[in-house]
C-alpha cells in the first residue's frame, strides 16, 4: 500500500487547520487584552474598571476603587476615533490615554446646561469620547465614580499639615496671623463624605516633620470657637457656582471652606490631572468670619509630644 502520496497530501491541510486555530487565538487575545500606558494588562470589560460597583439605569456605577497607583482601570480604547476619558479639574478638557483634548463648543454647551440643571455626573464619569480632529465632539458617560469611592482613594486614612487663621481680639478672621495645624482623617466615609478632626485642638502633637506643634486652646487666638470646632468632614462638589468650578470643600459644623487644588477629578484618578502642592481654603461667604485653612498632605507623625 503506497502511503507516501496521502500523507503529502495531509501536511498542506494540516499546516492551514494550524495556521487558522493560531489566527483565531491570537485574535481572540487581542480582543481580551489591551495594554494602558504603563504596558500592564488593562481588564477586557468595563465591569472590571472598579474593585466593585453596581449599575443603576443601565450605567456603571463604582462604589469601590482598587488600591494603588491605579484605582480605576480601563480598557483598552476602541479605535483612535473613540477613547475613553474622563473631565479635568477646572476646565473644559477631556483627558486620555494619548493625552488632553479640548471639547467642542457643542459638548461644552451640553455640559454648562447639566450643571445649571443640577446634574453633575459628567464630572464624575468616565466617558467614551468621540474625536474629530483632534477635539471631542461627543461624551458618552459610560462609569460613574460614587463620590465615596473618589473620597476614600484619595483621603481616607492620611494626614493633612499646615496653617489655620487665628482669630482676633474683635473676635474676626481678618488679621494674617496664623497657627500650625493638623488634621487627620477618617479611614472611611459616611453619607458621602470623609470625616476628619484637628488632632492639636486640645493637645500638643508631633508634626510630619518631627516638630511638636502646639494646641490651639492653649493661645487667646485659639480660631476654633463656636460652630468652628475639632470635628470637620470633605465633600467633593462639582461645578459649584458654575460649570467647571470645581471644589473641595471643608465643612465645619455650620459653614464651609472651599479650594480648588486639592479637588480630585476622575481624571486625577487616571493620573492626568495631579492635586496642587497646597488646598488653600477661605470660608464661603465672607472670609473673615471664618478662619482661613492652608493644607498639604503629609505622612508620618501623630501622637503627643
Same mark, same amino acid.
Given at each position: 500500500?503506497? %502511503? %507516501?502520496?496521502?500523507?503529502?497530501?495531509?501536511?498542506?491541510?494540516?499546516?492551514?487547520?494550524?495556521?487558522?486555530?493560531?489566527?483565531?487565538?491570537?485574535?481572540?487575545? !487581542?480582543? &481580551?487584552?489591551?495594554?494602558? &500606558?504603563?504596558?500592564?494588562?488593562?481588564?477586557?470589560? $468595563?465591569?472590571?474598571?472598579?474593585?466593585?460597583? %453596581?449599575?443603576?439605569?443601565?450605567?456603571?456605577?463604582?462604589?469601590?476603587?482598587?488600591?494603588?497607583?491605579?484605582?480605576?482601570?480601563?480598557?483598552?480604547?476602541?479605535? #483612535?476615533?473613540?477613547?475613553?476619558?474622563?473631565?479635568? #479639574?477646572?476646565?473644559?478638557?477631556?483627558?486620555?490615554?494619548?493625552?488632553?483634548?479640548? $471639547?467642542?463648543?457643542?459638548?461644552?454647551?451640553?455640559?454648562?446646561?447639566?450643571? !445649571?440643571?443640577?446634574?453633575?455626573?459628567?464630572?464624575? *464619569?468616565? /466617558?467614551?469620547?468621540?474625536?474629530?480632529?483632534?477635539? +471631542?465632539?461627543?461624551?458618552?458617560?459610560?462609569?460613574? +465614580?460614587?463620590?465615596? *469611592?473618589?473620597?476614600?482613594?484619595?483621603?481616607?486614612?492620611?494626614?493633612?499639615?499646615?496653617?489655620?487663621?487665628?482669630?482676633?481680639?474683635?473676635?474676626?478672621?481678618?488679621?494674617?496671623? %496664623?497657627?500650625? @495645624?493638623?488634621?487627620?482623617?477618617?479611614?472611611?466615609?459616611?453619607?458621602?463624605?470623609?470625616?476628619?478632626?484637628?488632632?492639636?485642638?486640645?493637645?500638643?502633637?508631633?508634626?510630619?516633620?518631627?516638630?511638636? =506643634?502646639?494646641? =490651639?486652646?492653649?493661645?487667646?487666638?485659639?480660631?476654633? @470657637?463656636?460652630?468652628?470646632? &475639632?470635628? @470637620?468632614?470633605?465633600?467633593?462638589?462639582?461645578?459649584? /457656582?458654575?460649570?467647571?468650578?470645581?471644589? $473641595?470643600?471643608?465643612?465645619?459644623?455650620?459653614?464651609?471652606?472651599?479650594?480648588?487644588?486639592?479637588?480630585?477629578?476622575? &481624571?486625577?484618578?487616571?493620573?492626568?490631572?495631579?492635586?496642587?502642592?497646597?488646598?488653600?481654603?477661605?470660608?464661603?461667604?465672607?472670609?473673615?468670619?471664618?478662619?482661613?485653612?492652608?493644607?498639604?498632605?503629609?505622612?508620618?507623625?501623630?501622637?503627643?509630644?
Amino acid at each position: 500500500m503506497n %502511503t %507516501t502520496s496521502r500523507s503529502r497530501l495531509r501536511r498542506p491541510a494540516t499546516a492551514v487547520a494550524i495556521a487558522a486555530l493560531l489566527l483565531t487565538g491570537c485574535q481572540a487575545g !487581542e480582543a &481580551a487584552t489591551h495594554l494602558d &500606558a504603563t504596558g500592564a494588562a488593562a481588564p477586557a470589560r $468595563l465591569s472590571d474598571v472598579c474593585a466593585a460597583s %453596581t449599575t443603576r439605569d443601565g450605567v456603571l456605577h463604582c462604589t469601590k476603587l482598587f488600591r494603588g497607583s491605579k484605582p480605576i482601570r480601563l480598557p483598552g480604547d476602541p479605535s #483612535r476615533t473613540q477613547r475613553y476619558g474622563a473631565l479635568k #479639574r477646572g476646565t473644559p478638557t477631556l483627558h486620555t490615554r494619548a493625552g488632553d483634548l479640548p $471639547l467642542s463648543a457643542s459638548v461644552v454647551k451640553r455640559l454648562k446646561a447639566a450643571f !445649571e440643571n443640577g446634574r453633575a455626573d459628567d464630572a464624575s *464619569a468616565v /466617558h467614551l469620547a468621540t474625536i474629530v480632529k483632534g477635539t +471631542v465632539t461627543k461624551l458618552e458617560p459610560v462609569v460613574i +465614580v460614587e463620590k465615596s *469611592a473618589i473620597l476614600r482613594a484619595v483621603f481616607a486614612g492620611r494626614a493633612m499639615e499646615g496653617t489655620i487663621g487665628a482669630r482676633t481680639a474683635r473676635g474676626d478672621y481678618a488679621s494674617r496671623k %496664623t497657627l500650625p @495645624v493638623r488634621f487627620e482623617l477618617a479611614g472611611s466615609t459616611a453619607d458621602g463624605r470623609l470625616t476628619g478632626r484637628i488632632v492639636n485642638a486640645t493637645k500638643a502633637v508631633r508634626g510630619a516633620k518631627g516638630t511638636c =506643634l502646639p494646641a =490651639l486652646d492653649r493661645t487667646q487666638s485659639n480660631p476654633l @470657637v463656636g460652630g468652628f470646632t &475639632a470635628k @470637620v468632614s470633605l465633600d467633593r462638589v462639582p461645578s459649584m /457656582h458654575a460649570a467647571f468650578n470645581d471644589e $473641595l470643600v471643608l465643612e465645619w459644623s455650620t459653614g464651609s471652606n472651599m479650594g480648588d487644588a486639592y479637588y480630585p477629578s476622575i &481624571a486625577t484618578l487616571l493620573g492626568g490631572d495631579p492635586l496642587g502642592r497646597i488646598w488653600e481654603t477661605t470660608l464661603h461667604g465672607t472670609p473673615s468670619a471664618g478662619p482661613p485653612v492652608d493644607l498639604r498632605l503629609v505622612k508620618g507623625g501623630g501622637g503627643t509630644c
